[in-house]
């Protein structure tokens, strides 16, 4: 076993971050530069010569993929081997699937455990295809998604990212925070008579989900509906919520399925196939699994998940900088970073290697973003002149969604998105000098671009992998499980315990003094409200 | 004039970090620290006890205030003196009233600038009185604002928040992006003939905003509306939009108002009124005007956004903490910190004193966030177990906004949300041990609650000038102008080049190949898709 630390590649790398390529400096940041520095695979460009790397940088990331033999890794994790563990200590134990969840296209991956993965879920495609069609004849036109994290934010990202094409008088919801008023406000917006209620939750036993569950059979109740002929199960098989006197039907996802990589099992699948139709939602798997296959490439120049991770490592490990912001030039990807932050700081955002030392090296930085050219009006002052760089990685499409645009002055909305993005990339990399210190810009900002021609469920699905796939190659190069998340357990016990004790103060008895009392400090200064 | 690090201090605080308090240690965290680590005002506490200072770092603090003469800075701000300016170097060289905007209430800011825009602005609102009856009795229901950065960040935060609170039948809705999708979206999504559309944009010339009124003026004249009857201009005095041919009404703002703090002047307010009546959006002010007068309170115990500026400084200056993240636990402030964002990076994302050189100590954070509990499905195993330490700004409201809960197994989703937060503040203090690494939690990592009754207007009013001002004394504390925004000059010159360059290739004109090279690199690229 090497250490991170130890690997000759990142002893290569530790020389190379003394003395970063300049891109401020006149004749580096080239035409010649930005061409060779574009890798090309499934219609998305990666246009990577505005990140400070030179071709030696590049070699040794590339040696460094080598060292720790990702891609290797990646086809073990797609083929069922048990990757989510920690050696030696209680853990998991498990494999991760998620790609098998989309492996229905081409030639399928053959592992033992993948193939068995792919043909289980391709029942419950089936089954989902028959329960769509009633569905139809019965006029549903709205769903509602009831689930948090996993269960909620990539669901929700995908669908708004997608909305344009959905089926007409087709409308999806989401209720995710344990907050009451947010089920009180999705209720109040549809017709229920007229809606799917899918309860989302792996366990069965998500306390937000299972509260926001009752508040809905509640509502329905309320207006004398069925709750059974309207409320649809996802969850584990055999979990406390595979009842099928409770809901009219249950889908079934599995152990090998976590939430962050859970878009594309039944948990993403109800809701978007709902929306979009069978046939556009196929295409959104097609573009998943082409990246899966993609991202089994030794051709490191277009392995473009792999680029993205080796970049990320490059930023994070020896640039030394602690975020990364995903700003995409569409409004539709409103919530694709969130998405991402689970995705990323959920999987990555680890303290211990596998083998249950503590790192001492960076793992997942922060993950944060929001839509350009937004973006450009709020936080842009701080990434162009602020002292802690941001290396971003921006997202644009040649073609609107809707195609409904406006020349003014002679270019298009969408060409000015596009000019605005292209701008930003390049001014962030080279800065500009000026004798007003305040119009000074250090440049230097390292940063590339995902570029593809549409914002359509083919290309959704493949950027939804390659984000599933460059975190999985940061967690194989770090040494880290990047499939657990046993980081949300404490706060989950203490909210136990604090709820017990609202519990106890509603009924009047007694509460132990000694028991967790800097709760207790805090419950008293709420009741003095 | 003395510079930060030579500040005593500052060399108080530098001594001091070497050995931070840790909050793991047994005893340490007591329910005396979390009783006299609490500070309150306006119905507002704020618990930080969970923060890593001590008394001797609190009294340092309180020096740095002193040395740093924050609150005589505030004074001279909101009474009208030109703030907003670099010394020596061609500046914005402007007063900064945002606090004017909302002073109509008991003792009022006799400052000479002050005063006159008081004046001004209780002018506006008494137009807007008017107004908003003439659309009461058309039968107006839904109101559109187009505008981008602070023209719709903090008012779209706002609104959400208050949406528990808006008059029924009324509905606000936002076109931000320039992106032609958005306003396609939102456009599908009114009845024209009763919508207003408010076009704002200080300078009356911004890119997006143009943009898109002239897509909505097209979508009106196509259903045979007159475009003058339902658009409204909130703009500069003899701006090009202050045009009264073109608009039914046009409410004024000042260069004064800068757009990240113009959310309580007529960008916020024509369509927060709209929504909320105007008895429940004076409340909304009058909450911000009480924020703003005990923002001059020399009682530092109960300076509510100084504590919450001087506890950032510690976090970032002295813990080196390059984020700063702020998780309100209620589904209504979901757009809370993309406003903050914008709010707190623009206006302290910034490299050179006001008297233009270079700092060599770091300034505004990063800034992020999402509701709690949902950000506990997601980040949060990075924030427990991560390399980074993320500090946090818990928000937290003892009841709900609609009072539609449900009490399951004994307690109320509220409390559950509650015991949450409660759980999460005291986890991240304390962390765990464990002999299994993968369930140690190393703990440590600062946060502190601001805890109050209900999010209503008030309350929202005062959380929105808690944080500028907040922002406003950190930038006095570092020497920093916050109130303008170089920064973002760059990206628009470049942008208009490469929009430039879209209108050349459409016309067949030649463009020179020296000319801006890299864009033109994109551009083919972008071509050959």
Redesign the interface.
């Known amino acids: 076993m090497t250490l991170f630390n130890q690997l000759s590649s990142v002893e290569k790398l530790t020389e190379l971050e003394r003395n970063p390529i300049d891109l401020t400096h006149e004749g580096i940041?080239?035409?010649k530069r930005?061409?060779e520095m574009?890798a090309e695979a499934l219609?998305i460009?990666m246009?990577y010569g505005t990140e400070r790397v030179t071709d030696k940088v590049m070699e040794a990331l590339f040696e460094l993929a080598d060292e720790t033999n990702v891609i290797e890794k990646m086809a073990l994790m797609q083929a069922g081997e048990v990757v989510n563990k920690?050696e030696g200590?209680?853990?998991e134990n498990r494999s991760v699937l998620h790609t098998a969840m989309r492996d229905f296209f081409d030639k399928r991956n053959e592992g033992p455990r993948g193939k068995e993965a792919t043909d289980l879920a391709y029942q419950e495609l089936e089954k989902l295809k028959r329960f769509l069609e009633e569905v139809e004849k019965q006029g549903f036109t709205d769903l509602v998604q009831i689930g948090?994290?996993?269960s909620?934010?990539g669901p929700r990202a995908i669908y708004l990212s997608l909305?344009?094409y959905k089926k007409e008088n087709r409308k999806v919801h989401f209720i995710?925070?344990?907050?009451?008023?947010?089920?009180?406000?999705i209720f109040s917006e549809v017709d229920p008579s007229k809606t799917l209620f899918v309860v989302v939750s792996k366990s069965g036993s998500t306390?937000?989900t299972?509260?926001?569950e009752?508040?809905i059979k509640?509502h329905l109740e309320e207006k004398g509906l069925s709750t059974k002929d309207h409320m649809i199960a996802v969850t584990g098989k055999s979990s406390p919520m595979d009842n099928p006197d409770k809901y009219r039907e249950s889908f079934y996802i599995w152990d090998y399925i976590g939430?962050?990589y859970s878009v594309t099992s039944m948990v993403g699948c109800v809701e978007l196939a709902f929306a979009l139709g069978m046939e556009k939602f196929l295409d959104f798997l097609r573009g998943a699994n082409a990246m899966d296959k993609l991202a089994l490439s030794k051709d490191y120049k277009e392995n473009l998940p792999l680029i993205g991770a080796l970049l990320g490592v490059w930023n994070r490990n020896f640039l030394h900088l602690?975020?990364c912001a995903v700003i995409p030039?569409?409004?539709?990807m409103i919530r694709f970073p969130?998405h991402l932050?689970?995705l990323d700081?959920?999987?990555?955002?680890?303290?211990?290697n596998k083998h249950?030392?503590?790192?001492d090296?960076?793992?997942?930085?922060?993950?944060?973003g929001?839509?350009g050219?937004?973006g450009?009006?709020?936080?842009?002052?701080?990434?162009?002149?602020?002292?802690?760089t941001?290396p971003i990685e921006f997202i644009g499409f040649?073609e609107?969604?809707?195609a409904?645009?406006?020349e003014?002055?002679?270019?298009?909305?969408?060409?000015?998105?596009?000019?605005?993005l292209?701008?930003?990339?390049?001014?962030l990399a080279?800065?500009?000098r000026s004798d007003?210190?305040?119009?000074?810009?250090?440049g230097n900002r390292p940063n590339h671009i995902l570029?593809?021609?549409k914002c359509d469920p083919y290309t959704i699905g493949a950027l939804l992998a390659y984000f599933e796939h460059k975190v999985a190659f940061q967690g194989f190069i770090w040494d880290i499980?990047s499939f657990?998340?046993?980081?949300?357990?404490?706060?989950?016990?203490?909210?136990?315990?604090?709820?017990d004790?609202?519990?106890k103060m509603?009924?009047g008895e007694e509460i132990d003094p000694k028991d967790f009392?800097?709760?207790?400090?805090?419950?008293k200064?709420?009741k003095a409200?």
């Open positions: 940041l080239t035409t930005v061409d574009t219609g460009k246009l920690i200590y209680e853990c948090i994290g996993g909620d934010l909305e344009a995710s925070n344990v907050d009451p008023d947010d089920a009180h406000k306390l937000e299972l509260t926001n009752e508040l509640k939430g962050r602690p975020t030039y569409s409004q539709a969130a932050q689970q700081m959920e999987s990555n955002g680890k303290r211990i249950g030392e503590p790192v090296y960076d793992t997942g930085p922060i993950v944060w929001e839509p050219t937004n450009q009006h709020s936080f842009y002052q701080c990434i162009h002149q602020g002292t802690t941001v040649k609107s969604q809707y409904d645009d406006l003014v002055k002679g270019t298009s909305s969408q060409e000015k998105l596009l000019a605005n292209f701008a930003q990339s390049i001014g080279t800065g500009k007003n210190p305040n119009k000074f810009f250090p570029l593809t021609k499980n657990d998340q046993e980081g949300v357990q404490l706060g989950k016990v203490l909210a136990n315990k604090i709820i004790f609202f519990a509603k009924n009392p800097i709760a207790q400090a805090y419950l200064h709420l409200m």
